[in-house]
């Protein structure tokens, strides 16, 4: 199985951070590689497909990046609304895979 | 819009079978683009991929609950179903239904959006 780890598995901000949260595959699996967003009591939401791709509706001040096996989630500007759970997710290979989470708390 | 809608009970008895349908509105099951899936989520923890399945039937589990594990489609009811058999407390979570979508020619790989409500299942006599 491909492990997916992510770091930090919790991070403190204020509204306006810069949040940069990191997602490293145990093999390179290409651009093969999403984020989700998770509230407390939610189902997770798709942010970011393909490494880099916008899902429709979601903000741009998220942006995705990376290939191989590095690969980052960024929040340009910490908004109150981005407090959440995230995680990245690999589709290179089954079974598909999920990080763990970086918890995104309010500093 | 399309929504998914999980259904079951919500407790299960230890060695028995865990029984969930996934009810799709707002679009057709029917389509070569998406797999049908089910992602589960034990309390306070992260996630996990338990399988997916296409229209046609075609099926896809993880490995470490393929043996326990059956995931079928009636396209006429525009649903999909999860079977778990003999149940024990580790298969406590909240369980989600999703689309999963085909990048195709448009992106690499697959994705999940959107996804279900959940449906807490909790194993316990």
């Known amino acids: 199985d491909i492990r997916v780890t992510q770091s930090p598995s919790s991070l403190s901000a204020s509204v306006g951070d810069r949040v940069t949260i990191t997602c490293r595959a145990s093999q390179s699996i290409g651009n093969y590689l999403n984020w989700y967003q998770q509230k407390p009591g939610k189902a997770p939401n798709l942010l970011i497909y393909a490494a880099s791709s916008l899902q429709t509706g979601v903000p741009s001040r998220f942006t995705g990046s990376g290939s191989g096996t590095d690969f980052t989630l960024t929040i340009s500007s910490l908004r109150p609304e981005d407090f959440a759970t995230y995680y990245c997710?690999?589709?290179?290979?089954?079974?598909?895979?999920f990080g763990g989470g970086t918890k995104v708390e309010i500093k | 819009q399309l929504q998914l809608q999980e259904s079951g009970p919500g407790l299960v008895k230890p060695s028995e079978t865990l029984s969930l349908t996934c009810t799709v509105s707002?679009?057709?099951?029917?389509?070569?683009?998406?797999?049908w899936t089910w992602v589960r989520q034990p309390p306070g923890k992260g996630l996990e991929w338990i399988g997916s399945i296409s229209y046609s039937g075609n099926t896809y589990y993880s490995p470490s609950l393929e043996s326990r594990v059956t995931i079928s489609i009636d396209t006429s009811k525009n649903h999909f179903s999860l079977k778990v058999f003999s149940v024990t407390a580790a298969d406590t979570a909240l369980y989600y239904c999703?689309?999963?979508?085909?990048?195709?020619?448009?992106?690499?790989?697959?994705?999940?959006?959107?996804w279900g409500q959940g449906s807490l299942v909790t194993v316990s006599s």
């Open positions: 997710q690999q589709s290179y290979i089954s079974p598909l895979t």
């Open positions: 707002g679009g057709s099951i029917r389509n070569n683009n998406y797999f």
């Open positions: 999703a689309r999963r979508v085909r990048g195709g020619m448009v992106a690499s790989g697959t994705w999940f959006d959107p």
